[in-house]
């Protein structure tokens, strides 16, 4: 009964990982997507000024730096409640054999 509970346990770790992954991944690749198309596809809302010598092109290049630290955040976050947990019970499951 222990092995079809730890071949279970690492499944829902690979699963848990794969969905960390992909969170983190779309968060910070899809803004920077975005950016690139509007870039490419949207001149002249990119050249919108907003204030001053600040465009909307600059302001939105700008905010890449807070988008790629919300995904490490985000995937920070995640793995300390979800992958890091299931990843210690099976440590210790594999340590008592």
């Known amino acids: 009964?222990?092995?079809?509970?730890?071949?279970?346990?690492?499944?829902?770790?690979?699963?848990a990982y794969r969905l960390l992954r992909r969170t983190a991944a779309l968060t910070a690749l899809g803004y920077?997507?975005?950016f690139l198309?509007?870039?490419?596809?949207?001149?002249?809302?990119?050249?919108?000024p907003l204030f001053?010598?600040?465009?909307?092109?600059?302001t939105l290049g700008l905010c890449q730096?807070?988008?790629?630290?919300?995904?490490?955040?985000?995937?920070?976050?995640?793995?300390r409640r979800t992958v890091?947990?299931?990843a210690a019970r099976i440590r210790r499951a594999g340590a008592a054999r």
């Open 1 to 15: 009964m222990a092995a079809p509970t730890r071949h279970g346990d690492l499944r829902r770790l690979r699963t």
């Open 52 to 58: 001053g010598g600040l465009n909307i092109g600059l």
């Open 65 to 79: 730096l807070p988008v790629t630290l919300f995904a490490i955040a985000l995937y920070e976050r995640t793995a």
């Open 32 to 34: 920077f997507v975005v």
């Open 84 to 86: 890091d947990p299931l």
């Open 37 to 48: 198309l509007l870039s490419g596809f949207a001149k002249d809302l990119m050249d919108l």
